[in-house]
C-alpha cells in the first residue's frame, strides 16, 4: 500500500457519491498559546477496488494480489494475500478508481458490474504517525482481457484462485467479508439475470 493521498474537497465527485473526504489538521498552524497541542484529528481517505471473478467449468475464480511479508525475500516468501484497490486520482470517480487501480494492479483489463459493500478501518500511517479513518468500496467486476504477468510491481504475485481457496488466503477479515457479500451477486451473474 502506498502512502494515503487526501481527496479534494471541492466536492464535486464526493457530494454526488455521498462521501465525505474530510480535512486534514497540521499541527504545524497552531498558535504558541495552544500548548499542548489537541490530539489530531482522524484524517479520512477513500481508496477504491474489485473482486474480479470469472467462471472456469463449475468453478468460481477471483483474482488475488499477494506480495512478499515484510522482512522476507526470495521465492520461498510467505505471502501476503489481497484484494486490488487503491487510491483515487485527481477528478475521478470511486468507480473508475477501482476499475484503473485493478487493471494496474493486476494486468487484467476489467469491466464493473456492480457495487459489492465497503469496508472501514483505522491504521496510523508509517511516515507521518497520523491516524487514518479509510473507507474502501469494492466492486464486482468481470474480465475481458489482459494477462497478470503485466501487473505493476506493487505486488510480487497475481493470480485466480478458488473462491473457497480465496476465503482461506485472503489476509483480512474484512476483505474476505467483501468476498462472502460478492457470492449472491456472482450467482446472479452466473445464472445470466444480469445485475
Same mark, same amino acid.
Given at each position: 500500500?502506498?502512502?494515503?493521498?487526501?481527496? %479534494?474537497?471541492?466536492?464535486?465527485?464526493?457530494?454526488?457519491?455521498?462521501?465525505?473526504?474530510?480535512?486534514?489538521?497540521?499541527?504545524?498552524?497552531?498558535?504558541?498559546?495552544?500548548?499542548?497541542?489537541?490530539?489530531?484529528?482522524?484524517? &479520512?481517505?477513500?481508496?477504491?477496488?474489485?473482486?474480479?471473478?470469472?467462471?472456469?467449468?463449475?468453478?468460481?475464480?477471483?483474482?488475488?494480489?499477494?506480495?512478499?511479508? %515484510?522482512?522476507?525475500?526470495?521465492?520461498?516468501?510467505?505471502? !501476503?494475500?489481497?484484494?486490488? &484497490?487503491?487510491?483515487?486520482?485527481?477528478?475521478?470517480?470511486?468507480?473508475? !478508481?477501482?476499475?484503473?487501480?485493478?487493471?494496474?494492479?493486476?494486468?487484467?483489463?476489467?469491466?464493473?458490474?456492480?457495487?459489492?459493500?465497503?469496508?472501514?478501518?483505522?491504521?496510523?500511517?508509517?511516515?507521518?504517525?497520523?491516524?487514518?479513518?479509510?473507507?474502501?468500496?469494492?466492486?464486482?467486476?468481470?474480465?475481458?482481457?489482459?494477462?497478470?504477468?503485466?501487473?505493476?510491481?506493487?505486488?510480487?504475485?497475481?493470480?485466480?484462485?478458488?473462491?473457497?481457496?480465496?476465503?482461506?488466503?485472503?489476509?483480512?477479515?474484512?476483505?474476505?467479508?467483501?468476498?462472502?457479500?460478492?457470492?449472491?451477486?456472482?450467482?446472479?451473474?452466473?445464472?445470466?439475470?444480469?445485475?
Amino acid at each position: 500500500m502506498t502512502n494515503p493521498t487526501l481527496l %479534494p474537497e471541492d466536492g464535486s465527485e464526493a457530494a454526488a457519491a455521498g462521501i465525505d473526504y474530510g480535512i486534514a489538521v497540521s499541527a504545524a498552524g497552531l498558535a504558541s498559546d495552544s500548548w499542548p497541542p489537541e490530539p489530531h484529528p482522524n484524517v &479520512k481517505v477513500v481508496s477504491a477496488g474489485g473482486l474480479v471473478f470469472r467462471q472456469s467449468g463449475d468453478l468460481i475464480e477471483t483474482l488475488l494480489c499477494a506480495r512478499a511479508r %515484510p522482512g522476507y525475500q526470495g521465492e520461498d516468501a510467505p505471502l !501476503t494475500w489481497r484484494l486490488p &484497490k487503491g487510491t483515487p486520482e485527481h477528478g475521478e470517480t470511486v468507480e473508475e !478508481t477501482a476499475q484503473r487501480e485493478v487493471q494496474e494492479e493486476t494486468g487484467v483489463r476489467v469491466n464493473v458490474l456492480a457495487p459489492i459493500t465497503s469496508i472501514h478501518y483505522f491504521f496510523v500511517g508509517h511516515d507521518d504517525g497520523i491516524r487514518y479513518d479509510k473507507t474502501v468500496y469494492f466492486y464486482l467486476m468481470e474480465p475481458l482481457g489482459g494477462s497478470t504477468s503485466d501487473h505493476d510491481a506493487e505486488f510480487d504475485v497475481v493470480e485466480w484462485c478458488g473462491y473457497e481457496q480465496a476465503l482461506e488466503l485472503l489476509e483480512y477479515d474484512n476483505e474476505r467479508s467483501v468476498l462472502e457479500e460478492a457470492r449472491s451477486l456472482i450467482e446472479t451473474y452466473r445464472e445470466g439475470d444480469g445485475l
